[in-house]
């Protein structure tokens, strides 16, 4: 496994508690829209075993072409210790990344794609949209629904509605839930979901009662993981 070393360049606050970190790109790195990747703090790997608490899996959500490996993440004021630790990184201290793979890259099939979405789990769309946009063989229209109780709607300059791509927020979950009724009538669609366990769960529940089938939703896990959720 190649652990890549790689210091801080710049941090840009998206919204009030959102940060994305951008992280000098290695040598030789290089991912597929919707990767996800070990990020890792000075120190996880100076004992026998990796120290879990400075390891998180973290969404990329620039593409390489952007020249930086953006890692988007909320730090609130009550955070555990990982976070506590970026919030105090300076610009040019470095960070560990590993084991980079993407579950959720474009399927160009021919068929709408919808991403659904909450808070910063639009991290992972970002790349996939900008993916879309420079080039949409392969799918009719993408769109892209988001919910985010705090209503700080993250990523404006790239979630904005053009010819092929739609865009929508919402900061409710009963909105939320009634606009995913309306894109499972087009029974056809691939339906791709980012969010904790339970959106996740909820949002399945949702499609499947309404004859989507489990092939047409993508989710951000491993195979084994996904047998878990859409059984
Ligand atoms: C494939 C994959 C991709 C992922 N991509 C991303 C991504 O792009 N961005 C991202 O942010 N996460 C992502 N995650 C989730 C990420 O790995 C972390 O689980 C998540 O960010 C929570 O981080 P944390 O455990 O450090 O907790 P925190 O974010 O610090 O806390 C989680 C919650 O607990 C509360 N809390 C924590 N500590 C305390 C305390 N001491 N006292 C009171 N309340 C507390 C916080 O307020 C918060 O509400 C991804 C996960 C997977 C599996």
Known sequence: MQIYWTPIQRVVQEAPDTYTFQLELPDGFTWDEGAHTHFALEGFNKEDKPNRSLIRHMSISTLPREGAIGITTRIKRECSEFKSILRDMKIGEQVAIFKTHSNVPLKREGKNVYLLSAGVGLATF?????????????????????????????????????????????????????????MAEDQDGLFYLVGSDDFLRETIAMLRERGITREQIILDKRDFQLEDFLK
């Open 126 to 182: 970002r790349p996939i949209v900008l993916a879309y946009l420079a080039n949409g063989e392969g799918v009719p229209h993408l769109h892209s629904l988001n919910v985010d109780t705090s209503a700080n709607y993250l990523f404006n300059n790239v979630f904005t509605s053009s010819n092929d791509f739609t865009a929508e927020f919402v900061d409710s979950r009963p909105n939320y839930y009634k606009r995913v009724e309306t």
